[in-house]
């Protein structure tokens, strides 16, 4: 857009599948090492790393500049962005730095061999002309080249920790107790933090011309700008920009996407994210999208214009407001705790140490209260903490950071502590007193991690104990209305009618409308379970229906009522239509048999609804993309699992009485001579994947007393094996994980993997007598 130059264009890359697949095969290799060779300083394309990281520090660094009281120990900010970094980047600097970083020469080979084999056309006027080779640059979109530029972007890092380390270049510490900075990156946008002074301006020029040298990058200094502390003198001000070559000040622009800083009106800074979303909304508004149109453009474009703002600070409530207003109006006509969540669970992280490091050196993280002096940002942090405190509980290791009678350790499921009296001298007793590292968990959430999507649903029910009044509380929106196999224009009429919200006679007098709230069939007032269910004409359309059961609309109390009880019913077997789909479309048909005989003084008898329901039914179903076809299962094996000769194999399976508590454990010992049967019985398990992890440890229990050394374990449980696999976290299975993670050390070799049922029958069969002989039925 715009262009006036041939520099003004970018080249893209328009590679094919052979190469696509290649350099995502190398991609993948290289992401899990990038934690490792990326230093903190870099949160682009890391695992485990965010971009509000960065944005939260750099609004911390100046929001200390802004209200820094010095009067002598000046400092500044010097945001720079580099120009086409990725077509700059040389390839000798590439290769060189894969190098010294140690990756083996035919890794290193075949990355080189994806970046140099490319070359550039140029399409004029529709036609294709020219043929160049370049000599540097890497490609835009290819899955390699995040990860290489951020791996080139180390050769800054150590520059700048080493001019830091001597001296030259001396970074800023917004606290005490905070680690001193003098940068952050992210991509091809850096943020320099040193002194305003000659020494560490000659410095930093000298660094960014040596890196510019060997790398091919060159800062764009139209685009980097400078922060001053406050109080700088003028003459610092103006040597800093003749030394630097930079002329902007900022403060007032942006960093990645978002405000550098806040003034005291954050509604104005924030407004623009207003805008956007108002402007984009308004290029669509003409252009007579269905609700079920409008309802996409929601979700997938209008709404995440916000979400990386609103996943950094809090933004003021008249923003909020205006956004919902704007959303509204489209279609009419829970992200900081995240960021708590981080700091709750890697203290050591970089955001962790600057933002404890301020606000919370003598305090808890979850005790900390905003001060007057406190960050946007921060008071933004404290909300998703309040959040977080009303689900977090302990996984109990060693006990030595859980007070026995304060914190939440009883359960894995809810908030639970001890109750009673408190004898005086045990006040501060730990539960490391009664018994590996204590662990923080969400418990809304079955891995122990905090998700956007759990803290929303946890919001939610603290809406609906507030308002019991509230009837769609109970609806279950999901199956009931958004899975409901239909077109997204009925799914939207089902929802605006399961609200009350669709404009029959009922609503009109309650809003003083002045038109008749009469039924116009019956003349009995028209509400929405009337027009849909209880009306004598839509109780003969259901009557016409050709459901497998049969169903009553009269008795109907009110529409979720009688929703619910119709999306679950299958029509007869020759009609080929699913449960919830044709009650969906007798629905909409009668809602549009309503409107055309009210609007267009059309009649249609019930027979002609229903079958028009049924006739539209149909056509929506032909006309859905066939399913993906499945590769069927085949329900015998010729072959069993592969087995390792040197190993001997264990097979573990578990059954579970639900109404008791009580699994039968079993296990088969088999060494390729000769195969024993062994089962016990365990009280109190809560759940199958709890009672086939105990399997498993009892297994392993009875091998090492045998003086096993090398196993091959097998279990019918996908869900355990993986989770032993990946060694994630299950609230429910911890301890007896952490049993098996421990029992794994005493033997020599051991492995774990999943065995089809069919194959694993004699353990299935162990556990099930010993559950019929021994347990209570």
Request: aromatic letters at 10%.
């Amino acid at each position: 857009m715009g262009a006036k130059s041939t520099a003004d264009y970018r080249p893209i890359a328009l590679c094919n599948v052979y190469y696509k697949t290649i350099s995502k095969l190398l991609s993948r290799r290289l992401q899990p090492m990038l934690q490792s060779l990326i230093s903190e300083m870099q949160s682009a394309f890391v695992p485990k790393r965010a971009i509000s990281d960065n944005v939260l520090i750099t609004h911390e660094v100046l929001h200390y500049l802004k209200n820094s009281k010095a009067k002598k120990h000046f400092s500044m900010a010097v945001k720079t962005d580099m120009s086409k970094a990725y077509d700059r980047l040389e390839w000798v600097f590439i290769e060189m730095v894969l190098t010294t970083m140690g990756f083996h020469p035919t890794f290193t080979g075949l990355i080189m061999q994806c970046i140099t084999t490319i070359n550039y056309t140029f399409i004029i006027n529709g036609a294709t002309r020219g043929y160049v080779k370049p000599g540097r640059g890497i490609r835009q979109g290819d899955p390699l080249s995040p990860y290489l530029f951020i791996l080139c972007s180390e050769v800054l890092t150590g520059m700048c920790m080493r001019a830091q380390a001597s001296g030259l270049m001396s970074g800023v510490s917004i606290a005490t107790h905070n680690p001193s900075l003098n940068h952050l990156l992210f991509a091809d946008v850096t943020m320099f933090f040193c002194k305003p002074n000659k020494k560490n301006a000659e410095a930093l020029k000298s660094l960014l011309s040596d890196y510019e040298a060997v790398s091919g990058q060159l800062i764009n200094k139209q685009k980097s700008s400078i922060f001053y502390s406050k109080g700088t003198p003028q003459e610092r001000r103006s040597a800093m920009k003749t030394t630097l070559g930079i002329d902007k000040e900022g403060g007032v622009g942006k960093y990645l996407g978002l405000p550098e800083h806040f003034g005291r009106r954050k509604k104005d800074l924030f407004a623009s994210v207003v805008g956007r979303i108002q402007q984009k909304a308004a290029s669509w508004s003409s252009k007579f999208l269905s609700n079920a149109g409008k309802m996409i453009m929601v979700k997938s474009v209008l709404a995440p214009i916000s979400s990386h703002t609103m996943s950094c600070f809090k933004l003021p409530q008249s923003i909020c407001a205006n956004i919902q207003s704007t959303l509204t109006r489209f279609w009419w006509d829970a992200e900081p705790a995240k960021i708590g969540w981080r700091i709750l669970k890697n203290s050591s992280c970089l955001l962790a140490r600057c933002l404890l490091g301020k606000y919370c050196h003598n305090t808890p993280f979850l005790e900390c209260k905003a001060s007057y002096s406190s960050s946007h940002g921060w008071r933004g942090v404290l909300i998703g903490k309040d959040l977080l405190s009303k689900q977090l509980g302990w996984m109990v290791g060693t006990g030595e950071d859980i007070n026995v009678w304060q914190d939440p350790w009883l359960s894995h499921s809810k908030q639970l502590r001890p109750v009673g009296p408190v004898p005086e001298h045990l006040q501060d007793l730990k539960v490391s007193n009664l018994l590996h590292q204590d662990e923080l968990v969400w418990l809304k959430n079955d891995t122990g991690e905090y998700s956007t999507r759990s803290g929303y649903l946890t919001l939610i029910e603290e809406k609906t104990d507030l308002n019991p009044q509230d009837q769609t509380a109970s609806i279950e929106w999901l199956p009931s209305v958004w899975k409901i196999k239909t077109a997204e224009k009925i799914k939207v009429f089902i929802w605006k009618s399961l609200q009350n919200a669709l404009p029959v006679g009922e609503q009109f007098a309650i809003r003083n409308i002045p038109v008749s709230p009469l039924c116009a069939r019956c003349n009995d007032v028209e509400s929405v379970n009337h027009l849909l269910f209880t009306c004598p004409y839509a109780a003969e359309v259901w009557s016409l229906a050709p459901l497998a059961s049969n169903f009553n609309p009269l008795v109907s109390l009110n529409f979720q009522e009688g929703w619910e009880r119709t999306r679950k019913i299958h029509s007869l077997p020759p009609m080929g239509i699913e449960a919830g789909t044709l009650a969906a479309s007798i629905i909409w048909s009668l809602w549009r048999s309503r409107n055309q005989l009210i609007f267009e003084k059309r009649s249609f008898s019930p027979a002609e609804t229903i079958q028009k329901a049924i006739t539209d039914a149909r056509e929506w179903i032909s006309a859905q993309p066939p399913p993906i076809q499945k590769q069927p299962i085949p329900l015998i094996r010729l072959e069993p699992s592969p087995r390792n000769p040197d190993m001997c194999s264990i097979f573990t399976d578990a059954a579970w009485n639900a109404s008791s508590g009580i699994a039968g454990l079993g296990w088969i010992i088999d060494d390729m001579v000769s195969s024993s049967q062994h089962s016990v019985l365990e009280t109190s398990v809560s759940s199958p994947l709890m009672a086939e992890t105990l399997a498993v440890r009892s297994a392993m229990i009875f091998v090492l007393s045998r003086v096993l050394d090398s196993i091959a374990l097998f279990s019918d449980s996908q869900t355990l094996i993986n989770t032993i696999a990946r060694k994630k976290m299950n609230l429910e299975t911890f301890g007896v994980l952490n049993d098996i993670y421990s029992l794994s050390t005493a033997f020599k070799a051991i492995s774990f993997s999943f065995v089809p049922r069919l194959e694993n029958v004699n353990a299935d069969l162990a556990a099930k007598q010993v559950l019929w002989t021994f347990g209570p039925f």
